[in-house]
């Protein structure tokens, strides 16, 4: 059985960077992909960029180009998301997905990562 | 960036009435490869979403027969054929045959 499971709740300063970790178990990491989604609080979702899990080949939406960077780790199946130069507007959960076009979709949980002074 | 416009955005249903939201894309999503690159997926309160269909009408293992999808080129549909009260959430589209993926507004489903 496939588990998807996302670091915890973060707490950040402004200008501050944050790191969220994505481990898959039971899940086939390399030839797959990991995709980060957010969602600010009562707003809809924003996809992010992706990562390929075997070449680690990643693409970012623009909008993130310069402050995103997506890692992985395949000795310990986790996929990694670091944000930085944070404001109040990146205050949102964060989630990481596998493959989207097809095969099967696996979300974590999310991880809520607030941006405060 | 490709636009999703989803309709309507509210959606009140009468419990085993059906159901029907629209997803229009502002280009066509056919992909050079010839796949249309384009998904259905719920998200329910205080859970993380969920998806339904990919590549326009193919359902995800695990997902009741009742939810269908269809469309082609820049118009697409998600059909629920009795609406259960588990079906109450968030249903969004998102598109991925363009850069960057796009997600529709969110239409959220509600029981009248």
């Known amino acids: 059985q496939v588990q998807v499971v996302q670091s915890g709740t973060e707490v950040k300063e402004p200008g501050a960077s944050v790191k969220v970790s994505c481990k898959a178990s039971?899940?086939?990491?390399?030839?797959?992909?990991i995709h980060w989604v957010r969602q600010a609080p009562g707003q809809g979702l924003e996809w992010m960029g992706w990562i390929n899990l075997n070449s680690g080949d990643t693409n970012y939406a623009q909008k993130f180009q310069g402050r995103v960077t997506m890692t992985r780790d395949t000795s310990v199946s986790t996929a990694y998301m670091e944000l930085s130069r944070l404001t109040s507007d990146d205050t949102a959960v964060y989630y990481c997905?596998?493959?989207?076009?097809?095969?099967?979709?696996?979300w974590g949980q999310g991880t809520l990562v607030t941006v405060s002074s | 960036d490709v636009v999703m416009t989803q309709s309507p955005l509210s959606l009140p249903v009468t419990l085993g009435q059906p159901a029907s939201i629209s997803c229009r894309s502002g280009?066509?999503?056919?992909?050079?490869?010839?796949?249309?690159?384009f998904n259905w997926f719920q998200q329910r309160p205080g859970q993380s979403p969920r998806r339904l269909i990919y590549r326009v009408s193919n359902r995800d293992s695990g997902v009741p027969d009742r939810f269908s999808g269809s469309g082609s080129g820049t118009d697409f549909t998600l059909k629920i054929s009795r609406v259960e009260a588990e079906d109450v959430g968030v249903y969004y589209c998102?598109?991925?045959?363009?850069?960057?993926?796009?997600f529709g507004q969110g239409t959220r489903l509600e029981i009248k």
């Open positions: 997905a596998t493959t989207f076009w097809g095969g099967s979709n696996y």
């Open positions: 998102v598109q991925g045959t363009h850069w960057p993926y796009t």
């Open positions: 039971g899940y086939t990491f390399s030839g797959n992909y």
């Open positions: 280009q066509s999503l056919v992909h050079s490869d010839g796949n249309t690159y």
